[in-house]
């Protein structure tokens, strides 16, 4: 069974969107910023990861260049999941190493298709 690390600092966002990937037959790790998403890492060893941007404590763009950073995680596939929507945004987090952005809101089969395809191994 793969896992998926949902890191959303919106408890009600981060619910949904672990529901919707555990229905789909994934295992969900939560975590509610970046900080507690880089220590939960070793242990839930994600498959994939959904990651916010504006989020307390440490940022999705900062998340995402620390993981990068790990050699154990540095090929993880990583969909951006923003409110941020302009094409500055997507630009930036591509450069930074994400695989896909979905822009919220965002209906959920769009979210499990976007980490369905990850998991295949096509880019999103």
């Given amino acids: 069974m793969a896992t998926v690390l949902v890191v959303e600092d ?5 619910e949904m969107m ?6 789909d037959g994934l295992r969900v790790v939560v975590a509610a910023d970046g900080r507690e998403a880089l220590q939960k890492l070793p242990e839930a060893k994600p498959d994939v990861i959904v990651l916010d941007v504006v989020m307390p404590n440490m940022n999705g763009y900062e998340f995402l260049r620390a993981v990068r950073q ?16 302009e094409q500055f945004d997507k630009h930036w987090a591509q ?8 822009v ?7 979210l499990v298709g976007t980490v369905r ?8």
């Fill in 10 to 14: 919106q408890r009600a966002q981060r």
């Fill in 117 to 124: 395809s990850l998991l295949r191994g096509a880019k999103a």
């Fill in 104 to 110: 919220k809101p965002f209906e959920p089969q769009v």
């Fill in 95 to 102: 450069r930074l190493g994400s695989n896909a952005y979905v």
């Fill in 70 to 85: 790990l050699p154990e995680f540095a090929q993880v596939p990583v969909v951006v999941c923003s409110v941020k929507g």
């Fill in 18 to 23: 672990a529901e919707t990937l555990a229905k």
